[in-house]
């Protein structure tokens, strides 16, 4: 480990960050790492690339109502904010102004990286800023990439069990691989490495949660060395614990995704409107460089990652960010509780809200934090007991939410709460009443926001990832909404409550259904037997959604003919999970009141029709359905 201080070497058209341990060049005043030396190799970036090409911000922006521009940002002005030996922090900015107009994005942008003496690594963050009056946007996405040498990094680690040695850049190219359904997703037929032949290739594949996504990256195993990008707060991440994001994919390719509509749709990009100011601190993220001696088992630097991985969690807030944007420690504040849960028709006494996810998030709707992606977002896990501790909160006004694994529905406590530097706020006891009518007559599924617990069937053996072959994610497998089809090619899903499995009978995703070349939408059906109706009383359906794209549910009972639905949800949905190899995108619960008089005595049936059919990827996930009683006329516990 290198003693040296951190050192400045100031070029025409560059500047480079030296601790010893490692080189950073940048370009002046761009802001593009052009090159980063480490362990006695000169550049572990592509250096067969342009320098814009390596280490960069970029963003999707538009005006409203326009496509999407794809930009690298560019600085235009450079400026040292710290160099005394311990750390070098440099700005690259781009300034807007009106002259602009219509081709940059209306922000300000600081980009700031930073290098630490004795660290294995560098960091950056940036402050975007709209001032008030500025014309309207919308944010599509913003990240860092690096694209790294493809002759040095072939093995890609995501999650201890998703990791494996990736196929080159070229085999993506025309004459080695065959398009498929959408751009991201090829079939290797010709890869230069003959073992990757007949593997489908597919970034979305790689995709992680918000709370899972905390390190990712790649190692070069014959000279043993990692390229990782550490996360350690999702606090400027958008959407909450659960959002998808992608990772890193071939290329060799790592991001660090700040905002993104992936998985979500529209309601997770950014709508700057009516000239409104606004300023977001993106990170800082980590970027950490370890070694291993030649010889040893490349993969240990994997665990070494992780282990630094919790080195940077435990430090965040970071100290040092010399922007005052970015909140230290005690410029913070921390909350701290106990949920618990009372359902009468489950326990006369309260529950605790084992494992519940908890979070501030800006003032809104009960469950509105999934689509918030303007500000910052605070989550913790309640543990066993449903206690919780959120802490380093930036100063502001939030909501309260939570959601509880194995309830339905979304908690918030009604009254904003107020954060400012040094509180520490108890919460005290806080109860959740998850939506419920009556007693449960049957159900399906476990309410967990996924469909994982669902019939995910094996893929097209023409379409694998071997990766995900016997494998817990196997629903990260390419083209497996074609498989609906081939398990119901006449008729669709039928599932009798009592004697069918929902993981071996419910299929994952209601999907339409192929057909002589074209899609026709699917109705599935749900039988149950009743022994006794009130008809004169009223029951209720509940229907917990994982996902939508571009569909519809209807809802019938007992006649499947009836010209209106009991219930349609409208055209709901952007998440594209199906596409994207996800097992949920948005969150979705309905409650459907059943009278008694669409009943009978004896069987019933259910029927779910999912209408729209123009893409093979339209459709619904589903995560819960619960039919219960009329409610009893028990009185509910004091």
């Given at each position: 480990m290198s003693t040296q201080g951190v050192c400045l070497n100031i070029q025409r058209h560059h500047v480079v960050m030296d601790n010893g341990i490692v080189q950073v060049t940048l370009s002046n005043p761009g802001g593009i790492v052009t090159g980063i030396r480490y362990n006695g190799i000169d550049n572990l970036l592509e250096v067969l690339n342009q320098e814009t090409n390596r280490g960069y911000w970029d963003l999707v922006w538009s005006a409203p109502g326009s496509k999407g521009i794809f930009d690298v940002i560019q600085g235009t002005g450079f400026k040292v904010i710290v160099n005394n030996g311990e750390q070098v922090e440099l700005s690259f900015t781009r300034m807007w102004d009106p002259s602009l107009e219509g081709k940059y994005v209306p922000l300000n942008i600081d980009k700031r990286f930073v290098m630490l003496c004795g660290s294995s690594g560098f960091y950056s963050y940036a402050i975007y800023e709209h001032l008030k009056g500025w014309p309207d946007f919308d944010l599509g996405e913003t990240r860092i990439t690096f694209k790294l040498r493809k002759d040095k990094f072939q093995y890609m680690a995501v999650a201890d069990n998703r990791q494996r040695f990736m196929p080159l850049p070229d085999d993506?190219?025309?004459?080695?691989?065959?398009?498929?359904?959408?751009?991201?997703?090829?079939?290797?037929?010709?890869?230069?490495?003959?073992?990757?032949?007949?593997?489908?290739?597919?970034?979305?594949?790689?995709?992680?949660?918000?709370?899972?996504?905390?390190?990712h990256g790649w190692i070069c195993t014959n000279q043993p060395l990692g390229f990782w990008q550490i996360t350690p707060s999702d606090e400027f991440r958008s959407g909450g614990p659960i959002k998808q994001n992608l990772t890193s994919h071939v290329g060799p390719t790592t991001l660090a995704m700040f905002l993104s509509a992936h998985y979500a749709g529209q309601d997770l990009v950014p709508k700057i409107r009516a000239g409104e100011p606004w300023k977001k601190v993106f990170g800082p993220v980590f970027i950490y460089l370890n070694s291993a001696r030649k010889g040893d088992d490349p993969l240990w630097l994997w665990e070494d990652a992780k282990i630094q991985m919790m080195t940077e969690v435990q430090s965040w807030p970071y100290s040092f960010p010399a922007s005052e944007d970015f909140q230290k420690s005690e410029q913070r504040g921390n909350i701290g509780g106990r949920l618990l849960v009372f359902d009468r028709y489950i326990s006369e006494d309260h529950i605790s809200a084992r494992g519940a996810y908890v979070g501030l998030a800006p003032p809104g709707e009960v469950g509105s934090w999934q689509r918030e992606c303007k500000d910052y977002q605070f989550w913790t896990r309640a543990d066993e007991n449903g206690y919780f501790s959120i802490n380093n909160v930036r100063t502001g006004d939030y909501n309260l939410y939570a959601w509880v694994p194995g309830f339905i529905g979304d908690y918030r406590y009604d009254v904003v709460v107020t954060v400012t530097s040094g509180s520490l706020i108890e919460m005290g006891y806080l109860i959740y009443e998850p939506p419920r009518d009556g007693p449960t007559l049957w159900e399906i599924g476990i309410p967990d926001r996924s469909a994982a617990e669902f019939y995910v069937p094996d893929p097209d053996p023409k379409y694998i990832n071997r990766l995900f072959v016997h494998h817990p994610d196997r629903f990260r497998q390419y083209g497996l909404w074609g498989r609906y089809a081939d398990l119901y090619p006449n008729e669709d899903l039928v599932y009798t409550v009592g004697?069918?499995?929902?993981?071996?009978?419910?299929?994952?995703?209601?999907?339409?259904?192929?057909?002589?070349?074209?899609?026709?939408?699917?109705?599935?059906?749900?039988?149950?037997?009743?022994?006794?109706?009130?008809?004169?009383?009223?029951?209720?359906?509940?229907?917990?959604?994982?996902?939508?794209?571009?569909?519809?549910?209807?809802?019938?009972?007992?006649?499947?003919?009836?010209?209106?639905?009991?219930?349609?949800?409208?055209?709901?949905?952007?998440?594209?999970?199906?596409?994207?190899?996800?097992?949920?995108?948005?969150?979705?619960?309905?409650?459907?009141?059943?009278?008694?008089?669409?009943?009978?005595?004896?069987?019933?049936?259910?029927?779910?029709?999912?209408?729209?059919c123009t893409s093979p990827f339209q459709g619904l996930m589903y995560d819960y359905i619960r039919f219960e009683g009329p409610p009893s006329c028990e009185a509910a516990p004091i």
């Open positions: 993506r190219l025309p004459g080695r691989c065959q398009a498929l359904a959408y751009p991201e997703a090829v079939l290797l037929t010709n890869p230069k490495m003959p073992g990757f032949k007949g593997e489908v290739d597919d970034k979305y594949q790689y995709s992680a949660q918000n709370k899972d996504n905390r390190v004697v069918s499995d929902y993981a071996r009978d419910w299929f994952f995703a209601q999907v339409p259904r192929k057909r002589d070349d074209i899609h026709v939408g699917t109705t599935w059906q749900i039988r149950f037997k009743l022994n006794n109706v009130d008809r004169s009383s009223t029951y209720k359906l509940r229907v917990a959604i994982a996902s939508a794209t571009l569909a519809e549910l209807q809802v019938r009972v007992n006649d499947p003919n009836a010209r209106r639905p009991l219930f349609t949800s409208g055209l709901i949905g952007r998440d594209n999970s199906v596409a994207r190899h996800g097992i949920h995108g948005l969150y979705w619960l309905y409650s459907i009141s059943v009278g008694g008089c669409h009943l009978v005595e004896g069987d019933n049936t259910l029927f779910f029709t999912q209408p729209r």
